[in-house]
């Protein structure tokens, strides 16, 4: 990849061609701003994997040349990998909004590098000057309080990324409207190109606002005579809001479970968006001596994680709650891609356990914080870009946002479906595809280790899918002898009992690999032994059974 002295360059490292793991760039000459830095929540088959970041070493090949990361607001696909590129390069200042900063500082707590990074907060009026860039705000509508749009202010005009939007013009709890004035002004001043969230580019009718589901849940829970519990987003405090108000106009008392729900909860009454009485929220044991229509239970897990206080409470291994007959369970939050499985595993195991379920937009419990196309067509015609780049969103996604942009005004050979690392250069005689960083998917285990890596992943689904097979023999290497052996253990490949025709047969093919490889040599290698053990068993068991489970050869010498 080459830059131009005189061109702005534009990449992703994440959120294309998938939902999750934002992260955008913004460089000129020897100056880059990064915009948001979030975690991807992984599918079905990478096993043992907890969450995917992105692949940061092209930044840290260029650190000197980082001036920013701003970060548009605070879900978790948007920060989650701030602590993970902060271990890289922990120098890189950080501007966020109030609550994103009160999230983010939790992450770096745990990380252990709070007290070494430098923190900013930014509001829509902050402007932030660079010797050859800078950066501007301007308030948008999601899910989450405190949500901005960011320009990053070139000489060639302005790059401006939506972050995740919706024109909601009736939000909760005092929030402020969009701030279209300062979309128009963006747009009349010049926007050089548009990185706008793809999410719900294949809806044709705008989003219905937070306070129609805010209402639509108040008469669900006023109507309910059973013990509640409510499960959500920690960060949507829209919807936590929305629960604690009903909790106080029913009588009811509120459990916090979760800790980062108790970590948001807490966050939204310290930054003033929560107003909860003194006495409404109480411990586990109170609520156990509690009439079941005065308890509501406000917890984690609305995903199906295996871990969060709701999955515990549908399998019966919470400490503190166990399921009742009579208890109605609330969903207020929709699958994220890749968790649908998950989520309805979940919803029959509560059922079963004799719970009343409501989930879903056909009973009003929730809406998307991600505007349908009628407002990415208005986001286009307000800041009215010469270049368009969808983000945030799944191939097809992409796709028909580029359709839309163009319905908006924007001529299609000036709008592109990249994918992650491709980058595109603008100048002053057009725009080009400048060639590719490193934008791969970089893994993190229940360990919190980061780069686990593809072959380790690999071998899990093996195991998974597969089994394990175990071949254990005893040589001489001298005498070229084998001396005890070879045995056979089978782990999730096939039961051995019924099984002894196959193990004793791939026993004789092990020895007579150990005989002949230990004949061809004075010093027989140890490594290629047990390669040519792999390769010939893994084809016998194939033969017999067209399966390929992991050979695992095991050879003692004697000394």
């Given at each position: 990849m080459r830059i131009k002295n005189n061109e702005v360059a534009v990449y992703a490292i994440g959120g294309l061609h998938e939902i999750g793991k934002n992260m955008y760039c913004v460089q000129y000459q020897d100056e880059i701003?990064?915009?948001?830095?979030?975690?991807?929540?992984?599918?079905?088959?990478?096993?043992?994997?907890?969450?995917?970041?992105?692949?940061?070493?092209?930044?840290?090949?260029?650190?000197?040349?980082?001036?920013?990361?701003?970060?548009?607001?605070?879900?978790?696909?948007?920060?989650?990998?701030?602590?993970?590129?902060?271990?890289?390069?922990?120098?890189?200042?950080?501007?966020?909004?109030?609550?994103?900063?009160?999230?983010?500082?939790?992450?770096?707590?745990?990380h252990g590098i709070l007290k070494t990074t430098e923190l900013h907060e930014e509001h829509e009026d902050t402007v932030l000057k660079f010797k050859k860039l800078s950066v501007s705000f301007f308030r948008t509508t999601h899910s989450i309080p405190d949500t901005l749009g960011i320009a990053v202010h070139t000489?060639?005009?302005?790059?401006?990324?939506?972050?995740?939007?919706?024109?909601?013009?009736?939000?909760?709890?005092?929030?402020?409207?969009?701030?279209?004035?300062?979309?128009?002004?963006?747009?009349?001043?010049g926007v050089l190109a548009l990185l706008s969230d793809s999410t719900n580019a294949e809806v044709t009718q705008f989003t219905k606002s937070e306070r129609f589901v805010a209402q639509s849940l108040h008469n669900i829970i006023t109507g309910i005579h059973g013990r509640i519990i409510f499960a959500t987003f920690a960060s949507n405090l829209y919807r936590v809001s929305t629960a604690i108000q009903a909790a106080i106009d029913t009588g009811r008392k509120v459990a916090i479970f979760g800790r980062s729900m108790e970590n948001g909860v807490d966050n939204g009454i310290d930054l003033g968006y929560l107003h909860v009485p003194k006495d409404l929220i109480v411990d586990a044991d109170e609520i156990n001596k509690l009439p079941p229509d005065k308890v509501m239970i406000l917890c984690t897990g609305s995903q199906g994680e295996p871990l969060a206080a709701l999955s515990r409470i549908a399998s019966g291994t919470h400490r503190q709650i166990t399921l009742q007959p009579g208890d109605t369970v609330i969903f207020s939050s929709n699958p994220i891609p890749g968790n649908t499985l998950s989520v309805n595993h979940l919803i029959n195991k509560l059922m079963e356990g004799g719970a009343n379920v409501i989930h879903g937009r056909v009973n009003n419990v929730h809406t998307s914080g991600h505007g349908g196309q009628e407002e990415l067509k208005m986001m286009v015609r307000l800041t009215k870009p010469k270049y368009m780049i969808p983000v945030h969103g799944e191939y097809r996604m992409q796709v028909i946002h580029t359709q839309l942009a163009q319905e908006a005004g924007v001529p299609a050979e000036n709008t592109f479906v990249l994918s992650n690392g491709e980058v595109v250069c603008f100048g002053p005689n057009g725009a080009r595809i400048a060639g590719r960083i490193p934008a791969g998917d970089v893994y993190v285990?229940?360990?919190?280790?980061?780069?686990?890596?593809?072959?380790?992943?690999?071998?899990?689904?093996?195991?998974?899918?597969?089994?394990?097979?175990?071949?254990?023999?005893?040589?001489?290497?001298?005498?070229?002898?084998v001396l005890a052996g070879p045995d056979i253990l089978s782990r999730g490949f096939v039961y051995m009992r019924e099984s002894t025709e196959l193990i004793s047969q791939a026993q004789k093919h092990v020895y007579h690999v150990l005989r002949n490889e230990m004949a061809k040599s004075d010093k027989p290698k140890e490594s290629e032994i047990k390669k040519a053990i792999t390769e010939n068993l893994s084809d016998f068991l194939y033969s017999k059974t067209e399966r390929r489970p992991m050979i695992l050869p095991i050879i003692i010498e004697k000394k």
């Open positions: 701003i990064i915009m948001d830095c979030g975690i991807k929540f992984p599918e079905d088959d990478l096993l043992g994997i907890n969450y995917v970041i992105s692949d940061y070493s092209y930044l840290v090949k260029n650190r000197k040349k980082i001036r920013a990361l701003v970060v548009s607001h605070g879900h978790e696909d948007h920060i989650g990998g701030i602590p993970f590129l902060l271990e890289k390069i922990p120098e890189i200042p950080v501007y966020a909004t109030p609550f994103a900063l009160s999230l983010i500082k939790g992450k770096l707590e745990e000489p060639l005009g302005a790059v401006v990324f939506t972050g995740d939007f919706k024109f909601d013009l009736t939000p909760v709890m005092n929030q402020p409207a969009p701030d279209f004035q300062k979309m128009a002004q963006l747009g009349n001043e285990d229940t360990s919190g280790t980061a780069d686990v890596g593809n072959v380790v992943v690999h071998d899990r689904q093996i195991l998974s899918e597969e089994g394990l097979v175990v071949a254990v023999a005893t040589v001489d290497y001298k005498y070229k002898r």
